[in-house]
């Protein structure tokens, strides 16, 4: 397997642009997370899909950001409108069950700059 | 709100050198992972540590959870420029399915 794969790897838009960011999971995992990181806060959760179906969305920043699994194999967070503060690097990560206990297995994220 | 903090943030020695990052909290934590990342680079996996007090080896990393399962560490002999990295230490509890609580990182530098 290829791993979990995201696109794109680099992103810079405007502010005010809205922004796509897409995740395919490793076939089989059944958990899909999706991360955010920075220099000040470190790696947060964003939210988590187990089996498609959203589970904890509580770490999403505001209602600019949103994020859907329309199936197992693929995932998209939206940020519409994008703000400077955006700028971050998104991970997204799967995993075979939503288990703590469970691997999670990143993708290479993708680097957005919003200016 | 669970935290985790770790320390050092930043680590530079020489390679040969011992080195023990340390993660702690104020909260119980029903697992703890440890993961390494490279520059451009999601983190991986290095150990799950389930059982307070237990000891867990990786070659030259050695992991421990604390009997109270509130803390961390991880202990490398003999590094090498190889180690060099971020390393993350994430807590999970059973009641929140996946949901990890990552600590803020230990940037580790290995000089030759």
């Known amino acids: 397997d290829a791993g979990v794969i995201q696109s794109p790897r680099h992103e810079v838009t405007e502010m005010g642009q809205e922004v796509t960011l897409r995740c395919k999971p490793i076939?089989?995992?059944?958990?899909l997370f999706w991360y955010r990181q920075t220099m000040m806060r470190g790696l947060e959760l964003l939210i988590y899909?187990?089996?498609?179906?959203?589970?904890?969305d509580s770490g999403m920043p505001e209602d600019r950001f949103s994020a859907k699994m329309p199936n197992a194999s693929f995932s998209t967070l939206k940020i519409q409108p994008s703000e400077p503060r955006d700028s971050a690097v998104y991970f997204c990560a799967s995993s075979l069950e939503a288990s703590m206990n469970t691997e999670a297995f990143f993708g290479q994220g993708t680097r957005l700059t919003v200016v | 709100t669970q935290l985790l903090e770790q320390s050092p943030q930043f680590l530079s020695i020489q390679e040969g050198e011992n080195l023990t990052v340390y993660c702690n909290s104020s909260s119980v934590f029903s697992s703890l992972q440890w993961y390494r990342q490279e520059p451009g680079e999601g983190p991986v996996l290095l150990v799950t540590v389930v059982t307070g007090g237990e000891v867990k080896k990786l070659k030259r990393l050695t992991f421990q959870f604390g009997d109270a399962r509130k803390d961390s560490s991880l202990h490398i002999t003999a590094a090498q420029p190889g180690d060099t990295g971020l390393y993350l230490c994430?807590?999970?509890?059973?009641?929140?399915?996946?949901?990890?609580?990552f600590g803020q990182g230990t940037e580790l530098s290995v000089k030759p």
């Open positions: 994430a807590g999970g509890t059973y009641n929140q399915g996946g949901k990890l609580i």
């Open positions: 899909f187990n089996n498609n179906v959203p589970i904890d």
């Open positions: 076939s089989g995992h059944n958990s």
